[in-house]
């Protein structure tokens, strides 16, 4: 259904003989990524292509393309090619600029020099090759090199089987396809460099502001130093930085800054100028950048929630076991976790009605926005690698500070819940809801029964130094004491009006909630609460726009009269639910009354 450009006849002109300079190499490999290979040995061709465009280089040429060539015995038809777009006639690619016909001679890298430069347009050009896989072959890997990192327009792939159309994996796939182009011409310098503007800066009133600035090289040189000068709140300063970038386009540097408080909320420019690079005036087209630091009088703390799904009957499930252990222990104030439980005694719904849709075990979501591996994050299972994910999501804005208490009454069969959630802006379209979450710790059952784990991870030497625990254990573990798991619910999504359409800059919003422990079920029907001083109360803040969590926070259920609130705002830096009661008219009751009640659609009758 999608339609392709039209043919296009577009320009090569003669490079300008003054045109010349430095040379600098564009490549999305730095030496710091994995490399990795895409596609198979099944006999089809495939066209490879990375779009190059930047102000940098525009005016600029290229000379020479390298790509790499994998098994020479099973391909043919080897050629690089320019093209002002990418199209697809009769099922074969079509470039409209150059394709040259290669033929490689080894493995590794194969380097072909244009017959004539190319100008660089302000619309940028695709850089590519093609490859005939001519031989059906089991070899591992595939006939395309690939870093295991994204690079933006890093990685087009057409398919003379599989891929019919052309189709952008970079994002899908977490790749980028390795071309190196060697670019030259007056345009390039030999000492360039250009900060990047940057995404907003929260701050808190009163507290010193730090920033992560980010240089990218555009010069032949690289970055051995910068002086530069940046600005804020009417405020000069001066710094001098050191790097040890190479001379390769668009390789970046970071570098701290530290600036004084600012006492009055709002937004403040943080603007950025390179003045000198490696002693050098700076040559770069952008350098200057500005950065808005939003100064606010609460930033909340984020904390990110993961929803593992697991059962024990799921062998592969131990690896979950571990990862949630693992941020229990190393992490236990900076990220959220709880366990949902399928088809074993935990198991308080069916899998249709979980927050997130589930194909298969173990699984986890981020924030309810991201599936992942709840150790192996997108399927590096050589070490927890779920922790950088949940890590990048900490450093993510949280739109409201949650400050929670939950407390068991004295006749222990309520726990009161009271949510007060701040925001640190005025919003008249605030559109976000509260869902509260009753986890238990501790819990664990008889051996011989369904709560004995399953481990398929039993005698494996090449597992993580994580897993050993999991691997010298039996195949079936008996005994084995869960955490995080989940016992009781609220509105899977947040409840209705929980928070407010209009909601004023740091003034609480409060909510309160009861769960009701005597009521807590399996699907079996069975109480599943095994000890009430062993719960805790998760809320979430729910972002009604996407259904996505935007802050959690976790507390101990604290006996009566105990004081045990949990303030997040504090800490600034600054569907069926198993406590939803109905009478038999299907009236909603605000806690169990005598008589017949409907709970996660079964009858139970309270008799006192």
Known sequence: TEIQPEAATPEYPDIDPDNQGSSITVSPYTGSENRTTFGNWTPQTYDVAIHLQDEALVGSHIDEITFQVKKIADTSGYKVWLSSQLRVENDENVPDLVCIDVTPTKTGNCTVTLPKPYLIPAEGVYVGYSVDVVKESSASGGPVTVIDQVKESGFYIHMSRNLLKWTDLSHDANMSAVIDVKVSGANIADNAAAPVA?????????????VTQEFVNHGAAGIQSMEVEYKLDGKTYTKNITSKVKGQFGLNTYATFTLPAISEAGTYDFSMRVVKVNGKDNMDKAPEAVTPIQVLNTVPKKRTLMEEYTGTWCGWCTRGFVALELLKKNYPDDFVAISYHNSDPMEIMSSAYYPSPVSGYPDAWIDRGMSVDPYGGEGDLSRFSTLDILQWRN?????????????????????????????????????????????????????????????????????????????????????LVFNDVVVGISEIGGISK???????????????????????????????????QQLYVVAMLIDLNDNTVANAVKVKVEPANAVGIHSVAAETSATAASSMFYNLKGQRLSKPQKGVNIVNGRKIVVRK
């Open 198 to 210: 940057g995404s907003n800066v929260y701050a808190k009133t009163g507290d010193e502001i730090t």
């Open 395 to 479: 450093a993510m804005f949280a739109n409201a500070a949650i400050d929670l208490k939950a407390e068991l009454n004295e006749a222990e069969d309520e726990i009161n819940v009271t949510a007060s959630v701040t925001f640190p802006y005025s919003d008249d379209k605030a559109n976000f809801a509260l869902e509260y979450v009753l986890v238990e710790d501790g819990m664990t059952g008889p051996a011989g029964t369904d709560w004995d784990q399953q481990n398929y991870y039993s005698g494996d030497t090449s597992v993580s130094a994580d897993l050993k625990p999991m691997a010298s254990k039996g195949s079936t573990i008996s005994g």
């Open 498 to 532: 929980s928070i407010p359409e209009s909601v004023k800059a740091d003034e609480p919003v409060a909510h309160t909630y009861t769960f009701y422990p005597d009521y807590c079920y399996n699907t079996a029907y069975d109480p599943i609460i095994q000890d009430k």
